[in-house]
């Protein structure tokens, strides 16, 4: 154990050598040209992942492994999944997974000193818009009692699930499918995953209105909820404090009457994974997202440097993703970027997006003390209203929501 805590710190102490020098070209996403700064980040995460499976299993505590069942069908028609031409993306929407990057998002560990950890959460920010965060202080045992109650929910009986199933958007509590439009037919094409939404809050009972089945889902989830607020909150402070504003600037601009979203995906083994995506490439609509997903089965993938980059879980960790109103008030420091979840083969998985934003009335645009004359806004001033009606109106195409507030400056 204490080799393996040795071996972090030497590669860690190695790559923030590399990333002081101008050309740390893995750290920016050149990964041709540096075969060895590849080779040392690969060789961290292998290393985290040891230490920190070792580490749980010590604690007596698994790892966020979710059951792995075979009785899965579609809400939608209780059909078990097979690729069906329904299902196939047009040519120029299928994933292409013989060209993804093996470089890795951050992973950055909350127990390191403030001012570190705030470096390093900036950086990424500004770099990725994505990374991992570890010792989050959300029990591993009730990450993992997450991923088994969301398991178990779609793996109801069809005919349970069919109770939840709806197309409607304004129906709070659903199971559904996303799917992309063919532009030559005009024809929903339905991804290879199936949806379960719902809102959610840190503080106030939620559970009244969630299904009864499975029995566990409705208590695991309140807890959950409330240690996804207080890390939530936590993010936004340092994010704050990343672009040289007060603590509690970000979440001062958002806390009025904010959006609480729930999303649990479900990505059953596909016999094609190169014909089909999980979700489409997209990114977020909300402010900020807290991912929980199955562990030791890859599906994310980020877009960076024009590259899509594989997201290599790492057991106890959650994902934390950007959304396009942290892009907006950030007037473009920080990134909300594409990203898209692909199948495999084998293994099911899950995932759990707990999703953050502004309230419908709550006026977004970058904040005033990250503007001047060097840094002139990006983008317009909006009401979160006008920024969902232009989310909807976009449905069903690789959106392209927060490109269409933004000022085109002369000369």
Request: charged content about 20%; overall charge neutral; glycine content about 4%.
């Amino acid at each position: 154990m204490q080799y393996l805590h040795s071996a972090v710190h030497s590669i860690e102490m190695l790559l923030n050598t590399f990333s002081t020098s101008p050309n740390h070209a893995c750290l920016r996403g050149q990964l041709a040209s540096s075969w060895s700064l590849c080779y040392l980040t690969d060789t961290l995460l292998v290393t985290q992942k040891r230490l920190y499976s070792t580490s749980f299993k010590q604690r007596g505590s698994s790892t966020c492994k979710a059951s792995n069942k075979s009785s899965f069908r579609w809400a939608k028609d209780a059909t078990s999944p097979m690729m069906v031409p329904g299902r196939i993306l047009p040519d120029d929407k299928k994933p292409m997974l013989s060209d993804v990057s093996h470089c890795h998002i951050p992973i950055l560990d909350m127990d390191e000193p403030i001012d570190r950890v705030i470096d390093k959460v900036a950086k990424a920010c500004e770099e990725y818009g994505f990374f991992q965060i570890i010792n989050h202080k959300v029990p591993q045992e009730l990450c993992q009692n997450m991923l088994t109650a969301v398991t178990d929910l779609f793996h109801l009986p069809p005919e349970d699930k069919a109770l939840l199933f709806s197309d409607d958007q304004a129906k709070d509590v659903r199971i559904c499918h996303h799917y992309r439009k063919d532009q030559a037919s005009q024809e929903k094409i339905a991804l290879w995953s199936e949806v379960f939404k719902h809102s959610w809050h840190p503080i106030d009972d939620f559970t009244h209105t969630l299904p009864r089945n499975p029995p566990q889902y409705r208590k695991v989830i309140a807890l959950y909820a409330k240690n996804i607020g207080g890390l939530m909150t936590l993010l936004l402070s340092l994010m704050s404090q990343g672009l040289g504003l007060e603590p509690n600037c970000l979440n001062d601009k958002i806390r009025g009457n904010p959006t609480y979203r729930v999303q649990a995906n479900y990505y059953p083994p596909c016999p094609n994974p190169e014909l089909t995506l999980g979700l489409g490439v997209h990114t977020d609509r909300d402010a900020l997202t807290v991912i929980l997903t199955t562990p030791e089965v890859q599906g994310l993938q980020v877009l960076k440097d024009e590259k899509w980059i594989a997201v290599d879980p790492v057991p106890g960790a959650l994902i934390v993703n950007l959304g396009d109103q942290l892009q907006v008030l950030s007037n473009g420091q920080y990134k909300s970027v594409l990203h898209r979840a692909i199948t495999n083969k084998t293994q099911n998985r899950v995932s759990l997006a707990m999703f953050y934003g502004p309230g419908k009335d709550t006026l977004i645009g970058p904040i005033e003390h990250l503007v001047n004359e060097k840094h002139p806004p990006r983008y317009r001033s909006y009401r979160f209203s006008e920024f969902l009606d232009e989310f909807r109106r976009q449905e069903g195409n690789r959106r392209r929501v927060k490109e269409a507030f933004e000022l085109h400056m002369n000369g």
